[in-house]
């Protein structure tokens, strides 16, 4: 074994450790007082990139203007995220906390395009930093110094935050909000003040972490999403607001990537296994181990027992008649759409798209709504549908019709699978072990390039020739969508459906009655994976290919956005926030190049107005609401 190349990669684990450690120290701060769950903190770091490469280059004549630039990154970082806590989400804490992080998700967008226009598509490289340009020699190999520098800044950074949470009034103001926001608020402490210096603090750290990583990090647009996800597995495998469990859960994630590169091409018997390729999953095989033995994380507190009921949701009741007439009306309206819209033939590809979102987004909102469950994990299913179904048909030789309707099935068999572990837990570690999920399952279809295709995914997909004209495949997929979502429908007022609102409601006394909390969790949890998947089936021939991008975070993130935008406590939001949110992005595409961004100032604008959704627009009296 060469134990010195082993040493060197685990210098490298430390070094990428400790740029990690930065961002996730920022999230895991601001989510310890706030309790928001922030995309956007993705983008700061992006930002935090961009920012120092800009800097630099302004500043970067000398030694000093050059390490100057930095911190001047980070600081620029810092003040944005306070003026983002003072504009925008000061406004939405009172809001329920998945339209908080639906807020943040707007800010990517904006972000997103903003940084766009600013610096353009093209990657930005930072120079190497001055003095630190170098590597020094390691057991005879060499190292590169900033590496070093890397290393130490870590540890340097954590004990600063310790002295600082520990040892000054702020840090003892900000663990009392972590700990009882209501009794600090009774106590006279400016809480303002408190929620904005803690953001500003976090984005800072966020911004230094991008800045410092600028060195050895190109500037790319993509980086906000990719950091993010990274961001996520640590705060949570170290647990919820703890800064050193950050920094624990960090090294081990690193050094276990360290290590799989190191170990390369390993030899068991007769099978020869690539582990370097394990490095895609990685950080999230470690968080889902870690949240199936120890749920609350490695240095996180186990929650507290619920001792009585918790907020209860508006109860949904069964559709008025004015409702089912109004379902009755849209149905016919889709059925004519074809032939009012024959001089359009796009349209009818269009609401193809939509109906599919609208099965995808009703699946998704089962889970969140009645079922109480939040997963960032969703495209899984989705993904296991599209891909189950195109192998059916490419190695199985069965017929387009039957690979159709069985692709659902792969999605349920791998949710009764995975299912059985992520009903054990709840709240944002439940949806953190669903991203775990859809990670893995990502990188086993990207990897797998003899069965699934690998990156370059599956072709030929297409449906068979009754179903190979677009107005064919448009009616198909309504008939087979409007029996997803009735059927999802139907479940909510069945027993099933009563017992998983039971259960969201007051664990307990679900428990007490004799409901098996676990047993109809799981069931409801594999109902909305079959719906996933055969939206995920429907999807796969519509486009007549596939490529793992189907069970990626943007996938899963569409189906949020869609059911919050459209109203959680309402059956018809998923509905209204797919057909709005596919529409938009659509025409926004086509009319400028920045459609981020106005997707994101739309949906801005609708969580700060209205926090219940599109369907809440459209709700006057919430007994017969649909």
């Known amino acids: 074994m060469n134990l010195t190349g ?243 859960a960090a090294l081990l994630i690193c050094l276990a990537k360290a290590v799989f590169v190191y170990a390369g091409q390993t030899q068991i018997g007769p099978w020869t296994f690539n582990l370097s390729k394990l490095t895609l999953v990685a950080e999230f095989a470690v968080m889902a181990v870690v949240l199936v033995l120890r749920p609350w994380g490695l240095l996180g507190k186990p929650p507290e027992p619920a001792g009585a009921a918790a907020a209860v949701a508006r109860p949904l009741a069964p559709a008025s008649r004015r409702v089912r007439l109004a379902y009755g009306a849209l149905l016919l309206a889709l059925l004519a759409l074809p032939l009012a819209t024959a001089a359009w033939p796009y349209l009818t590809v269009l609401f193809t798209e939509i109906l599919i979102a609208a099965l995808f987004a009703a699946s998704l909102h089962f889970l969140i709504g009645p079922a109480g469950m939040t997963s960032f994990g969703h495209a899984a299913w989705f993904g296991l549908g599209a891909y189950g179904a195109a192998l059916l048909l490419k190695l199985a030789a069965l017929p387009m019709e039957a690979a159709l309707l069985a692709g659902p099935l792969a999605a349920a068999l791998g949710a009764l699978l995975f299912g059985w572990f992520c009903v054990r837990l709840s709240g944002v570690y439940l949806a953190m072990l669903t991203l775990a999920v859809a990670q893995i399952l990502w990188a086993l279809v990207y990897q797998w390039d003899s069965v699934t295709g690998g990156s370059n995914g599956l072709i030929g997909l297409w449906p068979s020739d009754w179903l190979s004209s677009g107005l064919a495949y448009y009616y198909a997929s309504l008939a087979l969508c409007a029996a997803g979502i009735a059927w999802l429908r139907r479940l909510v007022f069945s027993p099933l459906g009563y017992a998983l609102r039971g259960a969201r409601d007051s664990a307990l006394r679900a428990q007490a009655i004799g409901i098996d909390v676990q047993r109809v969790q799981w069931a409801g949890f594999t109902a909305a994976a079959m719906a996933a998947g055969l939206a995920g089936s429907l999807y796969a021939f519509s486009k007549g290919s596939i490529a793992p991008d189907v069970l990626g975070v943007g996938r899963s993130v569409d189906g949020l956005v869609m059911v919050l935008l459209g109203g959680v406590q309402a059956l018809a939001g998923p509905l209204a926030g797919a057909a709005a949110y596919t529409w938009l992005q659509d025409t926004a595409a086509r009319l400028t190049e920045y459609w981020h961004a106005v997707l994101g100032l739309a949906v801005l604008a609708l969580v700060m107005a209205r926090p219940d959704g599109l369907a809440g627009i459209a709700r006057r009296n919430p007994a017969g609401a649909p």
């Not at 130490?152 to 840090?171: N, Q, Y």
């Not at 410092?212 to 500037?219: D, I, K, L, S, V």
């Not at 996520?232 to 800064?243: A, D, I, K, R």
């Open 6 to 248: 082993l040493l060197l990669q685990l210098l490298n684990g430390l070094a990428d450790a400790s740029a990690l450690f930065l961002v996730a120290a920022g999230l895991s701060l601001i989510f310890g007082v706030t309790r928001i769950v922030n995309f956007a903190h993705g983008s700061f770091y992006m930002l935090g990139v961009y920012l120092a490469c800009t800097l630099t280059a302004w500043l970067g004549g000398s030694a000093l203007g050059y390490w100057a630039a930095l911190p001047l990154a980070a600081l620029a970082v810092g003040g944005l995220g306070a003026a983002i806590e003072i504009l925008v989400l000061r406004r939405i804490y009172h809001a329920p906390e998945l339209f908080q992080l639906l807020a943040t998700f707007a800010l990517v967008l904006i972000i997103g395009d903003a940084a766009l226009a600013l610096w353009g598509p093209a990657d930005l490289f930072a120079a190497r930093a001055p003095g630190l340009g170098g590597a020094v020699e390691i057991l005879g190999r060499r190292f590169p110094q900033y590496d070093l520098l890397l290393i130490a800044l870590g540890p340097l950074v954590l004990g600063l935050l310790w002295l600082l949470l520990m040892r000054t009034r702020w840090g003892r103001l900000l663990r009392a909000a972590a700990e009882n926001r209501s009794m600090l608020a009774a106590l006279g402490v400016n809480q303002a003040w408190l929620f904005t210096s803690a953001f500003a603090l976090g984005a800072f750290l966020a911004g230094l972490g991008g800045a410092m990583a600028a060195p050895r990090t190109p500037a790319t647009l993509g980086l906000d999403l990719e950091i993010i996800a990274s961001a996520f597995v640590v705060v949570v495998v170290g647990g919820l607001g703890s800064v050193p469990g950050a920094f624990l």
